[in-house]
């Protein structure tokens, strides 16, 4: 026999089922929005753990050869641009210097004297054309002395051997007139040789000073090159070189990384490049600091080809049988300098990356040069100048009054 429900038991189980439905309604709404909500922050953004930290490794390695004498910084030492990290062996470098030095000063002195001569040669010149005027009045009066014993001769007044001891005398300052004006000929042309070789020049940019002075700056640059400089500040890193050992021009004996300059390559599929430009804003975290610790970074360009392609042995996809590979093309971004000042990195650390998407305004590749250099040092151009200074020194002391 079936029992009758009454109105008081009925009512708690519709209630009941209410406030059921009710929470499953607001689960599946919250469950709803979260869903839309991370489908659009997906569309919005692309992210990858393939990502490395990347920086300068400034190769250190002399530009001479020589005996390394002593090692001025280790691993993990911070340097200073300018800084001496290895100095190699300068007694041959001194010698090289001194002679060069010697033989730039012999050369100033010998174009000294070219000027001097100058001066010599013109007043030879002079000298000879004073020939030349004396020569023609011993003629005059020859010539006077001969027509007077002529015209005597005629007469029997003069004798014929006085006669011809005139015509003598004639021809004898015919002669030295002659001499006297080979003699000018002779002087203006050594003149005019002497003049070619000073003419428009002055002792300090003659050729045989220019010369000498080239040699000079290359003894010195190659005497202070035996001190190896830091390029910039950084760290020291893998130091290969030890005391004693010969080293040739080129030979890397140590790296130093400037670690204020470094960036991030992360490496997207190449179905993500797709909504990726230029300029928009990257959030990156390390491994080093956790998740916690956040960089906010930017899109710097992107590589122009996938690793694959710039491998040592690239892929040869058409021989034997084939598997599709998704391929990664390394995207370069740029960190904040204070937070990276803040919080160091090191090269080749893990990061992961997410890129805003949202913003697509920027251009997917770079459009213009750069407006300044990537890297840039004057460690060697304040050698240059103390160089010049040097070859300036050596001519002022041996050049005397300027002509």
């Known amino acids: 026999m079936n029992t009758p429900v009454t109105p008081a038991t009925s009512t708690p189980t519709k209630s009941k089922r209410k406030q059921i439905l009710t929470v499953l309604a607001i689960v599946s709404a919250l469950g709803l929005a979260y869903g ?108 006077d002395d001969l027509k007077r014993r002529e015209a005597l001769a005629s007469k029997g007044a003069v004798s014929q051997e006085e006669l011809n001891h005139a015509k003598s005398q004639l021809l004898a300052a ?75 021009a080129g030979a890397p004996l140590m790296n130093v990384i400037p670690l204020q300059q ?13 909504s990726i430009r230029i300029g928009q804003p990257v959030l990156l975290t390390a491994d080093l600091y956790g998740k916690r610790m956040e960089y906010h970074g930017k899109v710097a360009g992107m590589g122009m080809g996938t690793g694959a392609a710039f491998s040592l042995l690239p892929a ?12 990664r093309v390394p995207v370069r971004v740029e960190l904040d300098p204070a937070e990276l000042a803040q919080h160091p990195l090191r090269i080749g650390l893990s990061m992961d990356a997410k890129v805003d998407v949202a913003d697509q305004s920027g251009k997917m590749l770079a459009d213009a040069p750069s407006s300044s250099p990537v890297a840039q040092t004057t ?20 050049a005397g009054a300027r002509p």
């Open 262 to 274: 470094l960036w991030v390559d992360a490496n997207f599929k190449e179905v993500q490049l797709r």
């Open 379 to 398: 460690i060697f151009t304040a050698l240059e100048d103390q160089a010049n200074a040097e070859v300036k020194r050596v001519i002022a002391q041996n």
């Open 36 to 143: 839309g909500y991370h489908w659009y922050g997906e569309r919005a953004t692309e992210e990858t753990d393939n990502a490395y930290v990347q920086g300068n490794l400034i190769q250190i390695t002399p530009q001479v050869s020589g005996t390394v004498t002593a090692i001025l910084a280790d691993d993990t030492d911070y340097v200073k641009a300018g800084q001496a990290l290895v100095q190699l062996d300068t007694a041959d470098a001194k010698v090289a210097l001194d002679t060069a030095e010697a033989n730039l000063a012999q050369a100033v002195r010998q174009v000294r004297n070219l000027y001097a001569n100058n001066d010599t040669l013109a007043a030879q010149v002079s000298v000879r054309e004073t020939d030349i005027a004396r020569a023609q009045t011993e003629i005059a009066r020859a010539s």
């Open 174 to 248: 015919q002669n030295a007139l002659a001499a006297a004006q080979a003699g000018v000929v002779n002087a203006k042309e050594q003149l005019s040789s002497n003049q070619s070789l000073t003419s428009g020049t002055h002792v300090d940019n003659h050729p045989s000073v220019l010369a000498a002075a080239a040699k000079v700056r290359e003894a010195y640059l190659n005497l202070h090159r035996a001190t190896l400089q830091a390029p910039a500040d950084g760290y020291v890193a893998k130091r290969t070189v030890q005391i004693g050992q010969r080293v040739q």
């Open 316 to 327: 040869q996809n058409a021989t034997g049988n084939w598997i599709k590979v998704v391929q």
